[in-house]
């Protein structure tokens, strides 16, 4: 019986959100939420392969340059430039291997017992979405590697991002990370999706070049089909649904020239958990 509780909490989950969301079309008309499934309860990496195969092509090797984006040239449209951001920040994201990361989070009172619980339900056991909980689970930093998704021509169409904590080894995030552009959009998205069983997170993040140069990501309220966070469950029939989950992202260079990240998850307009990265060039 205890057994069957995981899998009773997971069909739950998808059926919950089968009846929220809206039918979708991944071939056709949604096929702008088509990404990553895994296979699994425990999310692999056996959805790396998947991937690269579905789009023709190979996972690229062990390449100590390699970037979430093969270039920021990518996000560029009215009110995105990226010649203005600032050298660290544009190489972060095309050089994301090259970096480590130091993390320090914190979470907001209010939203810790129920975080605490979705980490011990889910993202501890899938291995998925496993938010550092306390402090000292971050203390010694956070490990990280970029495998490049190629397609056919050997053209970067996404990169797979997994992250480790240092002390444990415990994984907190596997995603997929690409460039892609909204029904009706004037330019892209950063576009980032956490794989699943029968499913996914996704999170459409809109970019802003801020005034000294640093780099502002945000997934905004709004409505179905603009940027923002969305799960998709993929049954017989495919369902996605909005969620009012949304978070902001500033890369920044500090007054002694050290590259950081704010990053705010916000449930609502309330503020749920906090993290602070300090970025370093390490090759």
Avoid: C
């Amino acid at each position: 019986m205890i057994r069957l509780v995981p899998h009773v909490l997971d069909l739950g989950s998808r059926k919950f959100w089968q009846l929220t969301g809206r039918q979708v079309d991944l071939e056709g008309r949604e096929r702008w939420l088509d990404a990553p499934v895994s296979r699994s309860p425990r999310v692999s990496e056996e959805w790396l392969a998947a991937e690269a195969a579905r789009h023709g092509g190979v996972l690229g090797g062990d390449e100590p340059d390699a970037g979430l984006l093969p270039s920021m040239a990518v996000l560029d449209g009215p009110g995105f430039d990226s010649g203005r951001l600032r050298p660290e920040v544009r190489d972060f994201y095309e050089r994301t291997a090259a970096w480590q990361m130091e993390v320090w989070s914190g979470w907001s009172p209010v939203f810790w017992p129920a975080g605490e619980l979705v980490s011990r339900l889910w993202g501890r056991r899938v291995e998925q979405l496993a938010l550092p909980m306390r402090p000292l689970e971050v203390a010694r930093g956070m490990d990280s590697r970029v495998t490049p998704i190629r397609n056919r021509h050997g053209d970067q169409v996404a990169a797979a991002w997994n992250r480790t904590l240092r002390g444990s080894g415990r994984p907190v995030f596997s995603g997929a990370y690409s460039a892609r552009t909204l029904p009706g959009a004037d330019r892209p998205s950063v576009h980032v999706a956490f794989p699943l069983e029968s499913g996914n997170v996704q999170v459409f993040l809109r970019p802003t070049v801020t005034d000294d140069g640093g780099l502002l990501l945000e997934s905004p309220s709004g409505r179905f089909g603009q940027d923002g966070a969305y799960v998709v469950v993929r049954d017989r029939r495919a369902h996605a649904a909005r969620v009012p989950l949304h978070e902001t992202f500033h890369l920044y260079v500090d007054a002694d020239g050290v590259l950081r990240t704010d990053h705010e998850l916000r449930l609502w307009a309330a503020s749920a958990v906090r993290l602070h990265y300090k970025l370093e060039r390490v090759a």
